[in-house]
């Protein structure tokens, strides 16, 4: 089984390739070399690696492969508004593959608007529903801008598809997209006069269990969130934690009930706290939460991480990945309990996936 870290950093994109053992790594790129890179995706139903991108010169870019990266080609058609919607694509933020339907990707960009392609990438449209939602002048943006930049998909249920939006809140569609609902109950935005709102809460990230459709966990900017009923409710599950802010979130694939976060001091000192670097790991949705230190530095410590930037891979033993502002790939081969530096000074690192392939 061979591993690979799909990484999009400031200055392009980068694959990492492992053996099985996940000891010896190569590193290949930068790919759209000179481009932010602020997604690098992979497509397991037609084999392809997306590059979402922005160059300070030709705005934002996509670019996909075949061959893993050996080479490169542009879609048909770009991720743009169609002429007269009044407005533009001013970052893709993420792709992601729905499993549910070969070929189909959604792309979520600035300024919190979904597109969404049906032939592997070659074509995109918009979701005008999404874009056209009648809360929108409600909607903010955060620090990085307004951005769809997380998705999940049930595979009990075809027609459902679940968003995060900063900063707008979880959005749900029950119809293939035809129309969105917030799901926020239970989720604090401490930063308005009303702190729990219907929307307008600021996710930073959320990921899927990927065995019980019906949970879902997000970091936010004010909690750690587990909803048991598809988002109809969330849970507060940030007790335990130093803090409440962050920004990546995990979940093993073998293994949804296990779950990982990196607590930052806050909107104002985006670093983690106590001059620790503190990954945290709960085995049970949330409930209970340790802190992991072996490897990681505990005094002198001061990183930042990006919303996609921690990823876990595949396999039995499982190896979680996180990528900091200051070009380091740190990894685990045994979900979190021994860590090491695989690579150092690449550039700040935006987004890490693992994937694994036979």
């Not at 542009?74 to 694509?89: H, K, L, M, N, Y």
């Not at 005008?128 to 998909?153: C, I, N, Q, Y």
């Amino acid at each position: 089984m061979r591993t690979l870290l799909l990484i999009g950093t400031r200055k392009g994109g980068f694959i990492a390739s492992a053996d099985a053992a996940r000891r010896a790594w190569t590193l290949d790129g930068p790919f759209l070399k000179g481009c932010e890179v602020n997604h690098v995706a992979y497509a397991p139903a037609s084999g392809t690696l997306i590059l979402a991108g922005k160059s300070g010169w030709w705005g934002p870019a996509v670019q996909l492969s075949d061959d893993l990266g050996k080479t490169w080609r542009e879609p048909a058609d770009g991720i743009r508004f169609a002429e007269g919607r009044g407005q533009s694509v001013a970052r893709i933020w993420m792709i992601k593959a729905d499993p549910r339907v070969p070929g189909r990707l959604y792309a979520g960009v600035d300024p919190g608007a979904l597109f969404v392609s049906d032939d592997a990438g070659m074509h995109w449209r918009e979701v005008e529903s999404l874009t056209d939602h009648p809360t929108r002048a409600k909607w903010m943006p955060g620090a990085g801008g307004l951005m769809v930049h997380s998705m999940a998909f049930d595979a009990s249920r075809p027609s459902r598809v679940t968003v995060g939006i900063s900063a707008a809140g979880v959005f749900r569609s029950d119809d293939d997209g035809a129309s969105w609902t917030p799901r926020n109950a239970g989720v604090r935005a401490d930063f308005l006069p009303d702190k729990f709102p219907e929307l307008g809460q600021c996710v930073h990230h959320m990921e899927p269990h990927p065995s019980d459709p019906d949970v879902l966990y997000q970091q936010n900017h004010c909690g750690v969130y587990r909803t048991e009923d598809g988002g109809d409710n969330w849970i507060d599950i940030s007790e335990g934690l130093p803090a409440r802010f962050g920004f990546p979130l995990a979940v093993l694939p073998h293994d949804g009930d296990t779950i990982f976060v990196v607590p930052e001091e806050g909107a104002e000192a985006r670093m983690t706290p106590g001059g620790r670097f503190g990954i945290f790991r709960s085995r049970n949705r949330g409930r209970d939460w340790e802190l992991l230190t072996r490897g990681l530095p505990q005094t002198c410590a001061y990183p930042n991480l990006m919303r996609m930037s921690m990823a876990a891979d595949a396999h039995d033993a499982a190896g979680v990945y996180l990528g900091t502002q200051g070009g380091q790939i740190l990894a685990s081969r045994n979900a979190g309990d021994d860590w090491e530096v695989l690579f150092n000074w690449l550039p700040p690192i935006y987004s890490v996936e693992a994937i694994t392939l036979k």
